[in-house]
């Protein structure tokens, strides 16, 4: 089992490019949730979806979008990359809430914007 | 803003000793998650501590909760080489799809 899945693990951007973040997981999981973490912090939650069909603002969503496409996966879409989104995004999932169990983490996508 | 904030921030200790890291938290939670996270690598769960808990256990690893002091500690026994990482605690916020990490404490085994 693969766990769960980031594509790509790297990638450079310059200011104003479009990009899509890949998460895949083969848990079966319900949830499914998109973090960053910068240089010497935790990490702050972006997106988070709950459940096939729905997505719900975390911490920091401004400036991204996300979409589930099915129960496997879930999408991080940077419209207009700003220096401020450089940072490593982390996929995670869950059976059930956040708080109830263990979440599942990916190894992370580290995005430099230019 | 962050929920919850690690006590040290970095910790080194020798091969053998035990660590302690300590965790902060302001609001009222459900339960309380203590994280690891290798060098360039995902975070991986280490235990989960509900709110009417006050202590457990799993392998090395003893966790407390105080919730009257908003408070957690994770004690690492007879620490390894391969402990050294950083440890993140979390904490469920206003909903339980919400899970809040801290700043973290980045903890050195020296051999």
């Known amino acids: 089992n693969a766990g769960v899945t980031q594509t790509p693990k790297f990638q450079v951007l310059k200011t104003g490019q479009s990009m899509t973040l890949q998460c895949a997981q083969d848990?079966?999981?319900?949830?499914m949730y998109w973090y960053r973490q910068d240089p010497g912090m935790g990490l702050r939650l972006i997106y988070y979806?709950?459940?096939?069909?729905?997505?719900d603002k975390g911490e920091v969503p401004n400036g991204y979008n996300v979409s589930r496409l099915n129960k496997r996966e879930f999408s991080l879409r940077l419209e207009s990359a700003a220096p401020s989104q450089t940072s490593v995004y982390f996929c995670?999932?869950?059976?059930?809430?956040?708080?109830?169990?263990?979440?599942?983490f990916g190894e992370g996508s580290r995005l430099t914007v230019l | 803003s962050q929920q919850g904030e690690e006590d040290p921030q970095a910790l080194s200790i020798q091969e053998g000793e035990n660590a302690t890291m300590n965790c902060s938290y302001k609001?009222?939670?459900?339960?309380l998650q203590w994280y690891r996270q290798n060098s360039g690598r995902g975070l991986v769960h280490l235990i989960l501590?509900?709110?009417?808990?006050r202590e457990k256990h799993s392998g090395r690893l003893r966790v407390t909760l105080d919730t009257s002091k908003k408070s957690s500690s994770l004690l690492i026994t007879a620490s390894r080489a391969a402990d050294t990482a950083s440890y993140f605690c979390?904490?469920?916020?206003?909903?339980?799809?919400?899970?809040?990490f801290g700043s973290g404490t980045r903890l050195l085994v020296r051999p």
């Open positions: 979390a904490t469920d916020k206003d909903s339980s799809y919400k899970l809040i």
């Open positions: 995670a999932s869950s059976w059930g809430g956040a708080n109830t169990g263990e979440l599942f």
């Open positions: 609001t009222s939670i459900n339960n």
């Open positions: 979806s709950a459940s096939e069909g729905t997505t």
């Open positions: 501590i509900r709110s009417n808990e």
């Open positions: 848990m079966n999981h319900n949830s």
